[in-house]
């Protein structure tokens, strides 16, 4: 199976609107860049987005938001992005909002076909409302759900053909995740290589659970903050 993409609008091609995507990075930090671009220049729509966040104001998700082609996002908060916080305050979009760690476990278990968990987090709080709960040791537990999706964009810094992937340092974050919870994962990467010369020992996510990769462009290292001092 050839695994190779020619480009990102070739990626953005295969998903339909109405589609669930998982998009990996935190932050501006590891983001699917190219993916979210061509999806954004494609015009697809009513997608549901799972992201730890929504990128910033026209950048990552926030690009997709802006244009208004999201329906609903999963995530943990709104922060950093005044049109996602606008449109959450004002209706216009669905949220579901989940404690980072849940979130991160969520993605997890859904990745590795477990169908649920108990964490303590959030219990008596709005996030338990409607789960059933449960006493462990003593201690109040909530049961949460895998998260799953029908594609997972993610990025990497090094992969090759057979869809090995390496990440570098941040830009890790919930990429590997992420790419075992898509049932279509497909990986942009800063190098593509040839198959065989990414040490065996080096791989963070291993070919079987990429469908496809593509060479990634034009990457921007963005300060998501940035703070400065006089003196």
Not at 39 to 60: E, F, P, Y
Not at 65 to 80: C, H, K, P
Not at 90 to 113: K, N, W
Request: hydrophobic share 40%; proline share 4%; with cysteine.
């Amino acid at each position: 199976m050839n695994k190779v993409l020619g480009s990102a609008d070739e990626a953005a091609a295969l998903v339909p609107d109405g589609a669930t995507i998982m998009m990996g990075g935190f932050g501006v930090c590891g983001l699917p860049e190219n993916l979210i671009a061509a999806l954004h220049a494609r015009g697809t729509r009513g997608l549901t987005i799972i992201s730890n966040n929504a990128g910033i104001d026209g950048v990552g998700a926030g690009m997709l938001l802006n244009a208004r082609q999201v329906r609903r996002m999963i995530s943990t908060y709104v922060g950093e992005n005044k049109e996602f916080e606008r449109q959450f305050l004002s209706g216009e979009i669905e949220v579901e909002l989940v404690p980072q760690g849940t979130f991160s476990e969520r993605i997890r278990a859904g990745g590795a076909g477990i169908g649920g968990f108990f964490t303590p987090t959030g219990y008596g709080t709005l996030v338990a409302e409607g789960k059933e709960t449960r006493t462990i040791d003593g201690k109040p537990y909530v049961l949460e759900a895998p998260l799953g999706a029908d594609f997972a964009f993610v990025r990497a810094w090094k992969g090759d053909r057979e869809g090995n992937l390496v990440y570098r340092r941040t830009a890790r974050n919930f990429n590997p995740v992420m790419a075992t919870a898509g049932r279509v994962t497909i990986a942009e990467v800063e190098h593509l290589v040839e198959a065989g010369e990414i040490d065996p020992d080096h791989v963070v996510t291993p070919g079987i659970f990429v469908r496809y990769i593509l060479q990634g462009a034009k990457y921007e290292r963005r300060i998501e903050k940035r703070t400065t001092r006089t003196g």
